[in-house]
């Protein structure tokens, strides 16, 4: 008994300036002739050297990211609450003088920052609060040390009185993770995503 070898199906000519149909010789053929091949050859030389440029980026990215320090971990996810804050208070004058932003500063965006009502440096566990955190004119957050006391009088009318107190009361000793730290980046980036969205 003899087994009826299958006949491969004609292809499309992967030449774009040939394009014929042909019965390919052997798998894995994409070209109907040689003199197609070497049309072909500097197109695919070209994708072969992009995804291997992409494969290089991808592994220097990786490599970067395992040298990263927990500071640095720790600057990128502040970074990503701190663009959060400015997009979601983007409607609200400063928390702690009432400044308005003005034409100049809409287009630069260089002199609102997301000031903590209570710093890091006091108080660690709630640097990443969105309570915490405001849209803070840049003379209030960094001339004026974060112009603390008009800072609680605004941030009461804003939040509440209670929310504050709590912001003011005590709170568990907070030592991030490394994990814990990226996920707070990848949630307020996607977080700043949506805002962006909503407003397109």
């Known amino acids: 008994m003899t087994i009826e070898r299958k006949q491969p199906k004609p292809k499309t000519c992967r030449n774009a300036a040939c394009s014929i149909k042909f019965v390919p010789q052997r798998l894995g053929q994409a070209v ?9 050859k500097e197109v695919n030389q070209e994708k072969a050297l992009k995804s291997l440029a992409q494969a290089g980026r991808r592994e220097i990215k990786v490599r970067k990211e395992k040298l990263k320090s927990r500071a640095d971990h720790l600057r990128e996810a502040q970074a990503a609450v701190n663009e959060f ?24 965006g260089s ?17 990443f ?6 849209r803070q004119c840049v003379r209030c957050n960094r001339n ?17 009185a209670d929310k504050v107190d709590w912001l003011e009361g005590p709170h568990p000793a907070r030592k991030y993770t490394v994990d ?14 949506e805002l962006k969205r909503a407003a397109a």
């Open 32 to 40: 109907c002739s040689p003199a197609c091949a070497l049309a072909t």
């Open 180 to 193: 814990e730290i990226k996920a707070i980046k990848a949630d307020y980036r996607t977080k700043t995503r």
């Open 129 to 134: 609060e969105p309570l915490n955190i405001h």
């Open 85 to 108: 804050i400015r997009l979601r208070d983007a409607h609200l004058p400063c928390i702690s003088c009432d400044s308005q932003p003005n034409d100049h500063d809409l287009m630069t």
């Open 144 to 160: 004026l040390s974060g112009n603390a006391v008009e800072y609680r009088i605004r941030l009461e009318l804003r939040i509440g």
């Open 111 to 127: 002199r609102w920052d997301a000031g903590h009502y209570r710093s890091v440096g006091s108080c660690p566990e709630l640097r």
